[in-house]
């Protein structure tokens, strides 16, 4: 048996805008699920090695719930262009490299480590079209230490000279990946069409039938573009909105994700919030290539599952602190465009959504409730200058929107220290 116990300021997220606070607290884990946190240790455990942290930060790590891997390359630049320009002129041809497995093994294994150094242990990702670049990809993510599922992306029309399949190639390259990625174990397969104008309505038709017969999840983009939205309804014509066209082929319930949706209106709100349906949040990425400002906050309201994504290379952090603060800025721009009859989301919300909800997607339970696998960081904040001394929750709020050089002292994933 294993077990882990952590001593610290311990901070986690049980509810939406809610903080719980243990000082000189112990977060406890036997083979990897978490026990409790205790303010005291218990009796049973008198005696066992404690890891002391002192008065540093323990908090649960993050969940970035919609990324694009082959797009770290190109993180903090070309910025100038509307999304369907923005694919063609610099994500498309970004991502075509990553047919040399060479390649893809230096970038991802980057991208995986910086993962885990910034605190996201979960991720939902995006790949490229490429197989064998793929697996590379689930290989360096498992290796660092990241858990959550990756897709090979499908696109069989719309992606020019070099980033596209036929419908065959599509259908036959997935069905293989989806036999080569079997032993993994913390990174598993999603269903990922790019969205509905890179897919034909046969290789939809294809990924609706694999996603019932082999009970798969899947993830795509859903009204993050005025122009994108317009193209899509040329594309459907029978369809009244754009997430009829992902329910009309069966990919519509309560582990489907979609990225952004800027533009949804409230009857595609609530077809999100009664198919249990996630919406992730891509704030920086909204504001990069003026897709728009989401009203995150209505969307929670209404009963819709949210949780945040960084969207690189759309967005320019890669880091889930930073994506959680520019979500708070986002709401606040979306509070003035709806001459403030709208609330902004508090930082205890945006964090909230960065950590537990994301975890929920995973089937785990809010904060460190026992039973939830161990992910947990230990952040130090003592470099910091005090304008007084600050309460935890202080504390908590500047983690969000600052940090010191290496604040991240030490990281669980899935039970497993990995720094
Ligand atoms: N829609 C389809 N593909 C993409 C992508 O790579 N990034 C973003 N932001 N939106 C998309
Ligand atoms: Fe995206």
Redesign the pocket.
């Known amino acids: 048996m294993s077990l882990t116990i952590i001593k610290g300021t311990i901070l986690s997220a049980p509810a939406f805008g809610k903080l719980e606070v243990t000082e000189n607290g112990f977060l406890i884990a036997e083979n990897g699920k978490i026990t409790g946190v205790f303010p005291v240790l218990p009796e049973a455990y008198a005696g066992a090695p404690v890891e002391d942290f002192g008065d540093a930060l323990v908090l649960q790590t993050m969940a970035d719930l919609h990324l694009?891997a082959p797009?770290y390359p190109m993180l903090g630049t070309g910025m100038d262009r509307p999304?369907l320009e923005w694919?063609d002129t610099y994500?498309f041809p970004t991502e075509a490299r990553f047919s040399d497995p060479g390649y893809a093994r230096e970038i991802y294994s980057r991208l995986a480590g910086e993962l885990i150094a910034g605190g996201t242990t979960r991720v939902c990702m995006f790949s490229s079209l490429h197989r064998e670049g793929t697996l590379i990809l689930m290989e360096e993510l498992e290796k660092a230490g990241v858990t959550g599922y990756v897709g090979k992306v499908n696109m069989d029309r719309n992606g020019g000279k070099n980033l596209q399949e036929t419908t065959e190639e599509s259908i036959s390259e997935t069905l293989r990946w989806l036999e080569e990625c079997q032993d993994f174990r913390q990174i598993r397969p999603i269903l990922t069409p790019?969205?509905i104008p890179?897919c034909t309505n046969g290789l939809m038709e294809f990924l609706g039938r694999l996603a019932k017969e082999r009970e798969l999840p899947a993830q795509s983009?859903l009204s993050?573009n005025t122009g994108e939205i317009q193209l899509v309804a040329s594309l459907h014509p029978d369809c009244r909105q754009y997430w009829e066209c992902y329910a009309k082929y069966g990919l519509w319930n309560d582990r489907t994700i979609m990225a952004h949706c800027v533009w949804s209106d409230e009857r595609e709100r609530q077809a999100m919030a009664e198919a249990g349906v996630t919406a992730v949040h891509c704030a920086d990425?909204n504001q990069n290539?003026c897709s728009g400002v989401a009203p995150v906050r209505v969307m929670m309201q209404e009963g819709v599952k949210v949780a945040l994504g960084s969207?690189i290379a759309?967005g320019d952090r890669l880091n889930m602190f930073d994506v959680a603060a520019a979500s708070i800025r986002a709401s606040k721009a979306r509070r003035i465009l709806d001459n403030l009859q709208t609330d902004f989301l508090t930082v205890l919300e945006a964090w909230y959504l960065a950590t537990s909800s994301g975890a929920a997607y995973f089937g785990e339970k809010p904060g460190f409730a026992p039973g939830n696998s161990l992910h947990a960081m230990v952040l130090a904040d003592d470099s910091l200058p005090q304008p007084h001394p600050l309460t935890p929750q202080e504390r908590l709020e500047r983690a969000i929107y600052l940090r010191q050089p290496s604040a991240i002292r030490a990281l669980w994933s899935d039970g497993v220290r990995r720094f």
């Open positions: 694009h797009q999304l694919l994500a790019r969205f890179s983009h993050e990425s290539i969207d759309g």
